[in-house]
């Protein structure tokens, strides 16, 4: 079935340093893919996306690539702030007819100090 | 425009009661839909509803029921609390729509079960 493996945290990186989050999946066909952001105490919100191979998705300094030679989508930013504290969460969606459920990975919690 | 409403925020239940979780939109989505969030497991779909008389079974289904009598309205019935029903819930709902991608989420409720 679908599923999403999504690098293990906790990461806790120093303002301004690099972040890549890393974000593998399987599913048959060509899912969309995006990534969500759980800010404390909050529900989750969409962070950015990608429908088809080669895509990239930005947001606020944010970027992922859809690499369908690798079924990979690796979150990164080039300079993280204190305010990019949250879990991250890599999902996909199958399109097809029907309810196009959203898998979710486990989660990355980012921790950035200042 | 209140997006995603979830009620109670917080709620302490003993072994074997009931209760109902309230989730109410007011986007006019067709699809919404029920997860919850535990430590190192991320999001599991409970249960979803592409329209108003039509819901399924997600990932996680037992010790739940749904209805969808109205688009606004999707309430989580649990039956009979256990403690492995502990976790914070999370209601969503997005447009079905052609090029619709973003799934909106309530703030959630936290459940304790003892």
Redesign the interface.
């Known amino acids: 079935g679908d599923s999403?493996t999504?690098m293990e945290g906790p990461v806790t990186l120093s303002e301004e340093a690099f972040l890549t989050i890393n974000c593998t999946y399987t599913a048959t066909g060509y899912p969309?893919l995006?990534w969500y952001v759980q800010y404390p105490?909050?529900?989750?919100?969409?962070l950015l996306?990608a429908?088809k191979a080669d895509d990239k998705g930005s947001n606020k300094g944010f970027e992922a690539t859809y690499r369908k030679e690798t079924t990979s989508f690796h979150l990164e930013k080039g300079s993280v702030q204190v305010s990019d504290s949250a879990v991250y969460?890599c999902a996909l969606?199958r399109d097809k007819s029907?309810?196009?459920?959203?898998?979710?990975?486990?989660?990355t919690r980012l921790t950035v100090i200042p | 425009n209140a997006g995603v409403t979830q009620t109670p925020k917080f709620q302490v239940l003993k072994t074997g009661q009931s209760m109902t979780l309230q989730c109410a939109q007011d986007m006019n989505h067709e699809y919404m839909s029920w997860y919850r969030q535990d430590p190192g497991m991320g999001l599991r779909l409970i249960h979803y509803s592409v329209g108003a008389g039509i819901t399924d079974q997600g990932e996680v289904p037992n010790g739940y029921n749904v209805s969808r009598s109205t688009t606004e309205d999707f309430p989580l019935r649990l039956l009979s609390a256990a403690p492995s029903q502990t976790s914070v819930y999370f209601c969503a709902s997005r447009s079905t729509g052609a090029g619709a991608y973003e799934q909106y989420f309530g703030p959630g409720t936290r459940l304790t079960v003892t």
């Open positions: 999403v999504q969309s995006f105490g909050e529900g989750l919100q969409l996306k429908t969460f969606r029907g309810a196009n459920n959203l898998f979710f990975g486990t989660g």
